[in-house]
T-cell receptor, first 110, second 113 residues
Framework: QKEVEQNSGPLSVPEGAIASLNCTYS??????FFWYRQYSGKSPELIMF????GDKEDGRFTAQLNKASQYVSLLIRDSQPSDSATYLC??????????FGQGTRLTINP | GAVVSQHPSWVICKSGTSVKIECRSL??????MFWYRQFPKQSLMLMAT?????????EQGVEKDKFLINHASLTLSTLTVTSAHPEDSSFYIC?????????FGPGTRLTVL
């Protein structure tokens, strides 16, 4: 079992709809979770982080964490073509090391 | 926000040569930096953790004699790929921690002919 798992996609969503990205992790003791966006040929960009169970909202983005079920999700409301990218879920292992999922490729169709 | 730079952004070299990549934290001090490698359509794989003033910590399977890391100051870490071969061609990305979060440099694309 991989430490951090994501559906590689591609996930195709019409413009204006909600995109839902999911991630599961194996280490029950994990405390910190991150979502990065990566455009093709570019490095990852931090868009959300979450530490506590429940929802965390930032603009069009909402991160959801359920530690009992060991999953993290990212919702993107009012999806725009510029949201088309690969989204990487990362889990903090220990004090500093990030473990990444394989990423979900998201395409927003105009 | 925290800005991390890398230089060069891309490099092409001949097989057998060595290539040095620099990673700088521009507006903060970073006692720890990280080096990742990403092959096409794959996720980021941590290669090593670079600690200022001490030896780097390498992940399992990463050859420390091939990927030399030097973290001589609080704002600069370097990765040297020694005797590069075509299989070393990849996207190398560094990151640094600022206020508990990792920020990535723009990456260096290495092509070994």
């Amino acid at each position: 079992q991989k430490e951090v798992e994501q559906n590689s996609g591609p996930l195709s969503v019409p413009e204006g709809a909600i995109a839902s990205l999911n991630c599961t992790y194996s280490d029950r003791g994990s405390q910190s979770f991150f979502w990065y966006r990566q455009y093709s040929g570019k490095s990852p960009e931090l868009i959300m982080f979450i530490y506590s169970n429940g929802d965390k909202e930032d603009g069009r983005f909402t991160a959801q964490l359920n530690k009992a079920s060991q999953y993290v999700s990212l919702l993107i409301r009012d999806s725009q073509p510029s949201d088309s990218a690969t989204y990487l879920c990362a889990v903090l292992q220990g004090a500093q090391k990030l473990v990444f999922g394989q990423g979900t490729r998201l395409t927003i169709n105009p | 926000g925290a800005v991390v730079s890398q230089h060069p952004s891309w490099v092409i070299c001949k097989s057998g040569t060595s290539v040095k990549i620099e990673c700088r934290s521009l507006d903060f001090q970073a006692t720890t930096m990280f080096w990742y490698r990403q092959f096409p359509k794959q996720s980021l794989m941590l290669m090593a953790t670079s600690n200022e003033g001490s030896k780097a910590t390498y992940e399992q399977g990463v050859e420390k004699d091939k990927f030399l890391i030097n973290h001589a100051s609080l704002t600069l870490s370097t990765l040297t790929v020694t005797s590069a071969h075509p299989e070393d061609s990849s996207f190398y990305i560094c990151s640094a921690i600022f206020v508990g979060r990792q920020y990535f440099g723009p990456g260096t694309r290495l092509t070994v002919l």
